[in-house]
């Protein structure tokens, strides 16, 4: 089992920044990627972003050039760096991990809201 836990997420102004973090514990050693999705009200869960263990990422292209998605192995800790936030990226964002058995593992869920 993994236990996933999200913080970082709040309100901010179009153009500012946030940084996502989700803590994993439990079976961390099974765990063959990581990544990050958002649900906004009414829309279907979507990928944000993706990261294989040994580096390789995965962007959706709406947030390609403005979020990085990065793994401290050390900390066990994924994060999202989100900049140039645009009112179309408020939503619920969910931290995801795979095993590697192939079983799904969610976060709780973290609001980002954008707004003036």
């Known amino acids: 089992q993994v236990q996933l836990v999200e913080s970082g997420g709040g309100l901010v102004q179009p153009g500012g920044s946030l940084r996502l973090s989700c803590a994993a514990s439990g079976s961390i050693s099974r765990i063959a990627h990581m990544g990050w999705y958002r649900q906004a009200p009414g829309k279907q869960r979507e990928l944000v972003a993706t990261i294989i263990s040994g580096g390789p990422t995965n962007y959706a292209d709406s947030v390609k050039g403005r979020f990085t998605i990065s793994r401290d192995n050390a900390k066990n800790t994924l994060y999202l760096q989100m900049n140039s936030l645009k009112p179309e990226d408020t939503a619920v964002y969910y931290c995801?991990?795979?095993?590697?058995?192939?079983?799904?593992?969610w976060g709780q869920g973290t609001q980002v809201t954008v707004s003036s």
């Open positions: 995801h991990a795979r095993s590697i058995y192939v079983n799904d593992y």
